[in-house]
């Protein structure tokens, strides 16, 4: 399926207003999709998966900024590190030394996103509000915490999605009287990024309503 060149204009001159970074999810679909939207001017693409990622960015411009927005394995960070532009689901300690150790090797400094867990289901990543408020962000010397990641339930109640993502709002203030070198909060997909945006996001990672549906089995 083409590129929705329609639905990504429309979305950016949107997004523009508001002052909202676009990552556009490229997950299952072919660097051909990739380097049309690049060939618009995109650069901020995020993929989930590892073993993809790598793939995909050897074939592609080296000015293309490359978000991780799946979840990480620690055994895996080493992949990513020489080139990755931001990672947005970091929901460990255990990831965050990792990535420390690997960004040290590479002599890189490396931003992330702290994934907080707001949904109420049970499979969502990501740390909850008591490790959050525990967590030393500047223990790390080759990582720079930019902010934070959530996704909100999935489910038709749109009330619900918005006091969820209301919630990580919230969240995300407070720390900032601590923090306030954190800036970003990456909230928002296809189906809600209308209502990330009214509750304070500044970063929303859109995928199908841009590349078209995903179909896994192929
Ligand atoms: C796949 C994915 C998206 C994009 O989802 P769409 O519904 O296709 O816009 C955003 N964020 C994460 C973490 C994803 O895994």
Redo the contacts with the bound molecule.
Sequence with gaps: MPVNKKNYKQLIEELRLSEVTL?A?S?TKPVEDILELYNLGHRDF?E?YVQELVEKAGKLPNDIRWHF??HLQTNKVKFIIPFICLI??VDSLKLLKEIDKQARKNRRVIDCLLQVHIAQEETKFGFDENELSGLEISEFENIKIKGL?G?ASFTEDMNKVRAEFRHLKTLFEKLQTTYPQLHILSTG???D?KIAIEEGSNMV???????GE?NYQK
């Design positions: 990552v999810v997950k995020g989930n927005i799946g947005h689901g990641m996704m997909m296809s189906h990024y990672r859109i995928g199908s309503m841009i590349f995903r």
